[in-house]
């Protein structure tokens, strides 16, 4: 009889679905001894790699913090996945260490104008699928918080597509494109570097005291199959406007008979220093 019960469960063990590996997305990948910033408040720093292992401590967004060591494990909460990582940091005048989430940690960070820009992905939503409207997708939401030591001065939030974009992102400072009032904005880009991934690039204004998320850009293709691009035209750029950003939109996609179908499309926002519309 113990013979048939451990055969059965033998049985049972062999039928039961394996479950999936998760990988980690490339947005997320940290370099060990090298330094980094808090994105989440309230981050909590635990004894091991672990969501049920012991909290040590919580930081907020904006401390520095250095990576040690990234580990193993690999943890995924709705369409973000990234690594455990061992850090040290300062915190009251005492170095300690401990382990942190890798989705807590900035993307991306620059400092500009006295301010800390930090770029980091906040959560994950449902929402009806434009293409489909019976059906959902999940949608990661990104922010950039503008900060002022460990104070949120101001924040803009933004969509960036579901964890199949998030293999490479970038956080850059650029000109101000010749845009009244405009000090310079910052660029941040997610994308799956991938046939048929999308990817995402979202322009956001600095005007001394405020941020202003211009709307999203999205390009995706798939080789010489099917392309979108999107992209804007500022006044500083061949064919700008004065105190407007133009946004054009081209696509390509080939029929089973090999022939392109090309459309085009583009829409002018006027700018006024403080805000802008469509025209």
Same mark, same amino acid.
């Given at each position: 009889?113990?013979?048939?019960?451990?055969?059965l469960l033998?049985?049972?063990?062999?039928?039961l679905?394996?479950?999936?590996?998760?990988?980690?997305?490339?947005?997320?990948?940290?370099?060990?001894?090298?330094?980094?910033?808090?994105?989440?408040?309230?981050?909590?720093?635990?004894?091991?790699?672990?969501?049920?292992?012991?909290?040590?401590?919580?930081?907020?967004?904006?401390?520095?913090?250095?990576? #040690? %060591?990234?580990? *193993?494990?690999? +943890?995924?909460?709705?369409?973000?996945?990234?690594?455990?990582?061992k850090i040290?940091? &300062?915190?009251n005048?005492?170095?300690?260490?401990?382990?942190?989430?890798?989705?807590?940690?900035?993307?991306?960070?620059?400092?500009?104008?006295?301010?800390?820009?930090?770029?980091?992905l906040?959560?994950?939503?449902?929402?009806?699928?434009?293409?489909?409207?019976?059906?959902?997708?999940?949608?990661?939401?990104?922010?950039?918080?503008?900060?002022?030591?460990?104070t949120?001065?101001?924040?803009?939030?933004?969509?960036?597509?579901?964890?199949?974009?998030?293999?490479?992102?970038?956080?850059?400072?650029?000109?101000?494109h010749? #845009? %009244?009032?405009? *000090?310079?904005? +910052?660029?941040a880009?997610?994308?799956?570097?991938?046939?048929?991934?999308?990817?995402y &690039?979202?322009?956001?204004?600095?005007?001394?005291?405020?941020?202003?998320?211009?709307?999203?850009?999205?390009?995706?293709?798939?080789?010489?199959?099917?392309?979108?691009?999107e992209?804007?035209?500022?006044?500083?750029?061949?064919?700008?406007?004065?105190?407007?950003?133009?946004?054009?939109?081209?696509?390509?996609?080939?029929?089973e008979?090999?022939?392109?179908?090309?459309?085009?499309?583009?829409k002018?926002?006027?700018?006024?220093?403080?805000?802008?519309?469509?025209?």
């Open positions: 009889m113990k013979t048939f019960f451990t055969a033998l049985l049972i063990i062999q039928l679905p394996a479950q999936e590996e998760v990988y980690a997305d490339g947005i997320f990948n940290f370099e060990e001894n090298k330094a980094q910033k808090i994105f989440t408040t309230g981050t909590r720093i635990r004894q091991s790699p672990g969501v049920n292992a012991p909290v040590l401590d919580s930081l907020q967004a904006n401390q520095q913090v250095f990576i #040690l %060591k990234k580990e *193993e494990t690999v +943890l995924k909460l709705g369409e973000r996945a990234a690594n455990w990582y040290s940091y &300062d915190k005048g005492r170095n300690s260490e401990g382990y942190i989430w890798g989705g807590n940690l900035c993307t991306g960070y620059r400092n500009k104008s006295g301010y800390d820009f930090l770029l980091g906040t959560k994950t939503i449902t929402k009806k699928d434009p293409h489909f409207p019976t059906e959902t997708i999940q949608q990661n939401i990104a922010a950039v918080k503008m900060m002022e030591g460990n949120v001065i101001d924040e803009v939030s933004f969509e960036t597509g579901s964890g199949e974009s998030l293999s490479y992102g970038s956080f850059t400072v650029e000109g101000n010749k #845009l %009244k009032n405009v *000090e310079f904005t +910052l660029r880009t997610v994308s799956g570097e991938a046939c048929g991934i999308p990817g &690039d979202q322009y956001i204004l600095f005007t001394g005291k405020k941020l202003i998320a211009l709307p999203q850009l999205m390009s995706v293709g798939d080789a010489d199959v099917y392309y979108h691009h992209e804007f035209i500022f006044p500083n750029d061949k064919g700008g406007i004065p105190n407007a950003f133009v946004y054009k939109m081209k696509e390509m996609e080939k029929d008979k090999d022939r392109e179908k090309k459309k085009k499309a583009s002018t926002y006027l700018w006024d220093g403080v805000t802008y519309r469509l025209k």
